[in-house]
Structures are given as C-alpha cells and as structure tokens.
T-cell receptor, first 113, second 109 residues
Framework: NAGVTQTPKFRVLKTGQSMTLLCAQD?????MYWYRQDPGMGLRLIHY???????AKGEVPDGYNVSRLKKQNFLLGLESAAPSQTSVYFC????????????FGEGSRLTVL | DAKTTQPNSMESNEEEPVHLPCNHS???????IHWYRQLPSQGPEYVIH???SNVNNRMASLAIAEDRKSSTLILHRATLRDAAVYYC??????????FGTGTSLTVIP
C-alpha cells in the first residue's frame, strides 16, 4: 500500500502565483487533513474534511482553499501565494471512530519568493 | 492559544527509560490524548493514545493523571532510533487534532 501520497514534494512559487497540492490516500479513510509546519513550531491545522464533499476550517485557514470531490483525494489550493505561506505542508488521513490514528504523508516543501 | 505544553528538549542515555511530560490543563471530558513522533524529514507517526486510563503498546506506555490535566509518555528503553520530536496532542470534537510544539528527544549512545 502507498498509504498517503503528496504531490508535488517540492515547489518554488513567486508571490501572487497560484498552485494546488494534491493528497491521495488508498486506505478508504473518511477523514483527511492539511497541516503546515514552520521552523521551530508544531503542526497547525489548515483545513480538514470528514467525508467526500465536505470541508471545514482549522486553526489557520486564511489564504487557503480545499476541495474533497473524491473520497481518496484532498486538494489544498493557494490562489495568490505569499511569502508567509512558505512552509512544509503535511496531509493526513484516518478512518472513522474515536480511536482512528492519523497517517501522514511525507510532506510538501513550498517556497514563495 | 496552546492546548498542550511540553519541554522543548530532553536527553536520555541509550537503553534507559525516558519520561516525556505534557500539560493539558484545558482538556475537556471528551478529548483524547494522543502522542506522535516525527523523525527528520518525515511526517509524524502515531505512538499511542488514551482517554482516562493508562495505556501500553509495543512502542510505549502512556500515563494519564487522575485529573487528566497532564500525561507522560514513557519509552521503556531508549534506542538511537527513538531520537525524534515527540508531540502531545489533544483530539478535540472527535475530528480535530491540535499539535503542540513538541519535545526534541536526543538519545546519547
């Protein structure tokens, strides 16, 4: 099993450009999450989804949009990238239920110049 | 606002037990306590979780205070492969996992 796969793994953008990060999971998990991690900080929740067609805001949603058109995919979009969005982005998924653990991807490193 | 508080760093000698503390004074009755660890250049991986009672698994033990305002992750015999950042997390509302800033564990050979 591939688990949770993030693409791309690295990307450099100029300020104002747009891009989409793709997260794909093959475990038939209901829940999916996008986090960002900045140096010296833990992971902060951007958006999450509890099922196909649903999304919700996390701690730091501003400047990001998400979509969950298919159960296995969770897309994170930056419409107009800013240097403050330079970060490592992690996607995670988990099954339903109170004891489901998070499975993370390997991360996507984004630099905005 | 920080939901969990952990020491920034800790050191342990190899093959000795390690106790990693976490404070979560604002925990609610339905919040689960999760621990994850992150190796360099990797995504976090699950270690253990609990609600009220102490928990054991093949990786570690989790000791939860009676008032649930603090918990301790116990690695029984630290190995060099256990060097990582350990995150104490509250799972709130059934869906949302809030990470703290984590404890960077150094294992000394």
């Amino acid at each position: 099993n591939a688990g949770v796969t993030q693409t791309p793994k690295f990307r450099v953008l100029k300020t104002g450009q747009s891009m989409t990060l793709l997260c794909a999971q093959d475990m038939n998990h209901e829940y999916m999450y996008w986090y960002r991690q900045d140096p010296g900080m833990g992971l902060r929740l951007i958006h999450y989804s509890v099922g196909e067609g649903t999304t919700a805001k996390g701690e730091v949603p501003d400047g990001y949009n998400v979509s969950r058109l298919k159960k296995q995919n969770f897309l994170l979009g930056l419409e107009s990238a800013a240097p403050s969005q330079t970060s490592v982005y992690f996607c995670a998924s988990r099954r339903t239920g109170t004891t489901g653990e998070l499975f993370f991807g390997e991360g996507s490193r984004l630099t905005v110049l | 606002d920080a939901k969990t508080t952990q020491p920034n760093s800790m050191e342990s000698n190899e093959e000795e037990p390690v106790h990693l503390p976490c404070n979560h004074s604002t925990i609610s009755g339905t919040d689960y306590i999760h621990w994850y660890r992150q190796l360099p250049s990797q995504g976090p991986e699950y270690v253990i979780h609990g609600l009220t009672s102490n928990v054991n698994n093949r990786m570690a033990s989790l000791a939860i205070a009676e008032d649930r305002k603090s918990s301790t992750l116990i690695l029984h015999r630290a190995t060099l492969r256990d060097a990582a950042v350990y995150y104490c997390i509250l799972k709130k509302g059934g869906n949302q996992f809030y990470f703290g800033t984590g404890t960077s564990l150094t294992v000394i050979p």
